[in-house]
T-cell receptor, first 114, second 113 residues
Framework: DQQVKQNSPSLSVQEGRISILNCDYT??????FLWYKKYPAEGPTFLIS?????DKNEDGRFTVFLNKSAKHLSLHIVPSQPGDSAVYFC?????????????FGTGTRLKVLA | DTGVSQDPRHKITKRGQNVTFRCDPI?????LYWYRQTLGQGPEFLTY????????KSRLLSDRFSAERPKGSFSTLEIQRTEQGDSAMYLC???????????FGSGTQLSVL
């Protein structure tokens, strides 16, 4: 059972426009939600996170929105740049047994067209 | 802060051989995780260490897999009698105590022929 879902495997956006990546989850016990960016042949790089007690967190061009009632979060990138082209993973974490346990979605491949 | 370091970056081996990967976490991080990622999937949890203690192992970690973190610093992941299904990227990650952010290394890409 996939607890964290990214239903769009790919997304193409024109440079300068907004990119919106979506993520749904099923476990209401998740404490934090994180977004990671991954280039080919590299490990995921942390991008931005949000606590379950907040509904928005912003860092430069990146904003994450959390809708707990819908169990949905989204990552907005504005304006999108060609260097943003990568695979984006949504992750959710739950504090259990003395540590955070992380569950990742399957990723969305973003292509920003120049 | 030099980040999480993994070695080697790539490993090609023949089926049935043993392989070992090394991970050096961020120095002040006491939590260390191993994940596996295959094409089209997100990272899947394998095992977790707090200092030198291995506190959790996934059902994905068969008895051919073993991980150690002998002095609470670097960790090794060994796969014995490799199978073609073991081909994947093996990712190491670390985090500080109480922190929610997980920092990943560049991964080791394993190809079993």
């Amino acid at each position: 059972d996939q607890q964290v879902k990214q239903n769009s495997p790919s997304l193409s956006v024109q440079e300068g426009r907004i990119s919106i990546l979506n993520c749904d989850y099923t476990n209401s016990m998740f404490d934090y939600f994180l977004w990671y960016k991954k280039y080919p042949a590299e490990g995921p790089t942390f991008l931005i996170s949000i606590s379950s007690i907040k509904d928005k967190n912003e860092d430069g061009r990146f904003t994450v929105f959390l809708n707990k009632s819908a169990k949905h979060l989204s990552l907005h990138i504005v304006p999108s740049q060609p260097g943003d082209s990568a695979v984006y993973f949504c992750a959710a974490s739950e504090w259990a047994s003395g540590t955070y346990k992380y569950i990742f979605g399957t990723g969305t491949r973003l292509k920003v067209l120049a | 802060d030099t980040g999480v370091s993994q070695d080697p970056r790539h490993k090609i081996t023949k089926r049935g051989q043993n392989v070992t990967f090394r991970c050096d976490p961020i120095s002040e991080h006491n939590r260390l995780y191993w994940y596996r990622q295959t094409l089209g999937q997100g990272p899947e949890f394998l095992t977790y260490f707090q200092n030198e203690a291995q506190l959790e192992k996934s059902r994905l970690l068969s008895d051919r897999f073993s991980a150690e973190r002998p002095k609470g610093s670097f960790s090794t992941l060994e796969i014995q009698r490799t199978e073609q299904g073991d081909s994947a990227m093996y990712l190491c990650a670390s985090s500080a105590a109480g922190a929610e952010k997980l920092f990943f290394g560049s991964g080791t890409q394993l190809s079993v022929l």
